[in-house]
């Protein structure tokens, strides 16, 4: 069995962490879209939350009140989170092109080095068929 070159190695490599970044790409995506979600249900919440105009009484201006309070802190958190989410999104995709650039650039190296190799067992096999015809001609006639 042939060897792998070490630019079929890393390409290799390469394309593992390609896989590895792209899986974390869809857990953030998955866990963003799920915390957007999460944010406008809140915010639908909220909204229904509001101290609706006319009688009410004090207990319940302060229970509606409290939930009010309630509701915001954890959208606050939400949007906190989906900041936080979005910029590990943002960063993940660059660094995940950087690693696919990076592979195409290996692949690259891989094939111009493979064409070199090639190159060189074309040239020794026609240089061992000139070699063979001299021989022959010494010898056959």
Not at 111 to 130: G, I, M, N, P, W
Request: proline letters at 1%; a positive charge; aromatic letters at 8%.
């Amino acid at each position: 069995m042939k060897q792998k070159s070490i630019y079929e190695r890393y390409t290799l490599k390469q394309k593992i962490d390609i896989s590895k970044r792209a899986e974390t790409m869809r857990t953030l995506n998955s866990e963003l879209k799920k915390s957007q979600e999460l944010a406008k249900q809140l915010f639908e919440i909220a909204k229904q939350t509001e101290i609706k105009p006319g009688e009410t009484n004090a207990m319940s201006l302060r229970s509606s009140s409290w939930y009010s309070t309630i509701i915001q802190e954890q959208l606050e958190t939400t949007e906190n989170r989906n900041k936080f989410l979005q910029q590990e999104v943002d960063d993940n995709r660059k660094i995940l092109a950087k690693a696919v650039h990076r592979k195409n650039k290996s692949e690259e190296a891989w094939h111009r080095y493979e064409a070199v190799e090639q190159a060189h067992k074309e040239d020794k096999f026609e240089q061992d068929l000139l070699g063979r015809k001299r021989n022959i001609s010494k010898f056959g006639n």
